[in-house]
C-alpha cells in the first residue's frame, strides 16, 4: 500500500517563474474489494487541513464512489449513467439546500493526483496512441462543477532499474481541449511522480503495477 506526500503548486507561468506553494497531499492508496482506493488529506503551508479526497474506481476504472470536502464544502459522486454528484454546504447539515448534477461525463477530475491515475487507468492507452476524455472537474476552495473535454496522449513508456526492481514509467501529454492548457504527466502503476503543479516527495514503498489485483 503506498504512501507519499505530495507537494502542490500553482503550476507552470507563461514565464517560467518558481511556482507558489499551496501546500502539501498526504496520501495512500491500494487495491481492495471493491476496486482501487485513494484517500488523502490537503495541508495549507501553516498545518491546516484545507481538504480530504477519498474516491474508489471498480475494475475497469470508472469512479465508483467519490467523496471530496474543501472551504466548507462537500461534494459525493459516482458513476450512473455518466457521472452523478450532490455538492452540499457544510452550513446546511440536512442537505436541504443539496445541489445535484448529472453528466454523460466519463469520470471526475480536480486538483489531486489521484484523479490523473484514474484517468489514465480508464482510458488504457497504448504507446503513442491518443484518446479524448470528457471529465467534471471540482475546483477548490469552492468544488465547483465544470465539464470540459481532455486530450491524453501516451507519448512513452520507460523502464527505470531501482533497489526494489524496475520501475515502468509512462509519460502523458495531457491537453485541456477547451483552453489549450497543455501539461506533461508522469505516472507510474498507481501513482504520479510529477506532473504540472505536482511533485512527488515522499514514498513509503513502490507503486502497485497496473492492472491491479483485486481482493475478494
Same mark, same amino acid.
Given at each position: 500500500?503506498?504512501?507519499?506526500?505530495?507537494? &502542490?503548486?500553482? %503550476?507552470?507561468?507563461?514565464?517560467?517563474?518558481? =511556482?507558489? &506553494?499551496?501546500?502539501?497531499?498526504? @496520501?495512500?492508496?491500494?487495491?481492495?474489494?471493491?476496486?482501487?482506493?485513494?484517500?488523502?488529506?490537503?495541508?495549507?503551508?501553516?498545518? /491546516?487541513?484545507?481538504?480530504?479526497?477519498?474516491?474508489?474506481?471498480?475494475?475497469?476504472?470508472?469512479?465508483?464512489?467519490?467523496? &471530496?470536502?474543501?472551504?466548507?464544502?462537500?461534494? /459525493?459522486?459516482? *458513476?450512473? !449513467? %455518466?457521472?452523478?454528484?450532490? /455538492?452540499?454546504?457544510?452550513?446546511?447539515?440536512?442537505?436541504?439546500? #443539496?445541489?445535484?448534477?448529472?453528466?454523460? #461525463? =466519463?469520470?471526475?477530475? %480536480?486538483?489531486?493526483?489521484?484523479? $490523473?491515475?484514474?484517468?489514465?487507468?480508464?482510458? /488504457?492507452?497504448?504507446?503513442?496512441?491518443?484518446?479524448?476524455?470528457?471529465?467534471? *472537474?471540482?475546483?477548490?476552495?469552492?468544488?465547483?462543477?465544470?465539464?470540459? !473535454?481532455?486530450?491524453? $496522449?501516451?507519448?512513452?513508456?520507460?523502464?527505470?532499474?531501482?533497489?526494489?526492481?524496475?520501475?515502468?514509467?509512462?509519460?502523458?501529454?495531457?491537453?485541456? &481541449?477547451?483552453?489549450?492548457?497543455?501539461?506533461?504527466? =508522469?505516472?507510474?502503476?498507481?501513482?504520479?511522480?510529477?506532473?504540472? %503543479?505536482?511533485?512527488?516527495?515522499?514514498?513509503?514503498?513502490?507503486?502497485?503495477?497496473?492492472?491491479?489485483? @483485486?481482493?475478494?
Amino acid at each position: 500500500m503506498p504512501n507519499g506526500r505530495y507537494s &502542490l503548486h500553482t %503550476g507552470t507561468t507563461p514565464l517560467g517563474h518558481d =511556482h507558489e &506553494l499551496l501546500g502539501e497531499e498526504r @496520501f495512500s492508496c491500494a487495491p481492495g474489494p471493491a476496486g482501487w482506493r485513494y484517500v488523502s488529506k490537503t495541508y495549507a503551508p501553516d498545518g /491546516r487541513v484545507i481538504g480530504t479526497v477519498d474516491l474508489t474506481l471498480d475494475s475497469r476504472a470508472r469512479p465508483l464512489r467519490m467523496e &471530496l470536502r474543501a472551504g466548507g464544502w462537500q461534494v /459525493r459522486g459516482g *458513476a450512473v !449513467d %455518466g457521472v452523478a454528484w450532490v /455538492r452540499t454546504d457544510a452550513a446546511d447539515p440536512g442537505g436541504e439546500h #443539496a445541489v445535484e448534477g448529472h453528466d454523460r #461525463a =466519463h469520470g471526475f477530475t %480536480g486538483r489531486s493526483p489521484a484523479f $490523473l491515475v484514474a484517468t489514465a487507468r480508464l482510458l /488504457r492507452l497504448r504507446e503513442g496512441a491518443s484518446a479524448r476524455v470528457r471529465l467534471v *472537474a471540482f475546483t477548490e476552495p469552492v468544488l465547483a462543477p465544470r465539464t470540459f !473535454d481532455q486530450g491524453w $496522449l501516451l507519448e512513452g513508456v520507460d523502464t527505470h532499474q531501482t533497489d526494489s526492481g524496475p520501475l515502468v514509467v509512462e509519460r502523458y501529454q495531457v491537453a485541456d &481541449l477547451e483552453t489549450g492548457e497543455q501539461q506533461v504527466v =508522469h505516472l507510474a502503476g498507481d501513482v504520479v511522480l510529477a506532473a504540472d %503543479g505536482i511533485e512527488l516527495e515522499e514514498l513509503e514503498s513502490p507503486p502497485n503495477p497496473w492492472p491491479v489485483e @483485486f481482493g475478494g
